[in-house]
């Protein structure tokens, strides 16, 4: 009686095959949970690239610009607006000058939305004086403030201006 003779794989090939099952294994995991990650890794940076003021003689007020922009994965929304540490008036939101002896920001009431990636200039408008708010009443020519920019997540950007 004869034995019939079966060639089996090789013991290279078979490892072969399973590194090669393994790497592909390890390839797709990982790109799998390279997706989860990024779900739960989003995060808002809001940077104030620019931050000037100039002052209008006419108008008596002055003019502070900021180019903002969110350089995060995620949107960010700034929903106030603080000048040395005193929160803008729910009324001077909007605004497009300095209302009467007060300071506001062209900024909307319910916020500006920054999606990543994307800029956006903003104003705040400072009455001269400002003596509606006693903290703000001595600014002048040469004079620091504080715009501090709140975001709906609950992050602080500052910037210091100085009046012209």
């Known amino acids: 009686m004869k034995l019939a003779t079966r060639k089996a794989v090789s013991p290279v090939i078979a490892t072969v ?5 393994a790497i592909s294994v390890a390839v797709g995991v990982s790109y799998w949970m390279g997706g989860i990650s990024s779900q739960y890794t989003q995060f808002e940076k809001v940077e104030i690239q620019t931050g000037y003021a100039t002052y209008d003689s006419v ?13 995060g994965s ?7 607006v603080f000048l040395n540490d005193i929160p803008c008036e ?3 939101y909007g605004v497009n000058s300095a209302p009467t002896n007060s300071w506001g ?9 920054l999606q990543a990636g994307e800029s956006a200039t903003k104003h705040v408008y400072i ?5 509606n ?3 703000l009443e001595n600014l002048s020519s040469g004079t620091t403030v504080n715009i ?3 975001s709906a997540s609950g992050m602080d950007y500052i910037k210091l201006v100085k009046l012209p």
Request: charged fraction near 15%; glycine fraction near 2%.
């Open 17 to 21: 095959i399973l590194v090669a099952v």
């Open 59 to 71: 108008a008596d007020q002055w003019t502070i610009t900021l180019v903002i922009k969110n350089t």
């Open 74 to 80: 995620a949107d960010a929304t700034i929903s106030m």
């Open 90 to 92: 729910t009324a001077n």
């Open 105 to 113: 920001t062209d900024i909307p009431t319910d916020g500006v939305t």
């Open 127 to 131: 009455a001269n004086p400002c003596s």
């Open 133 to 135: 708010i006693s903290e």
């Open 148 to 150: 501090k920019l709140h």
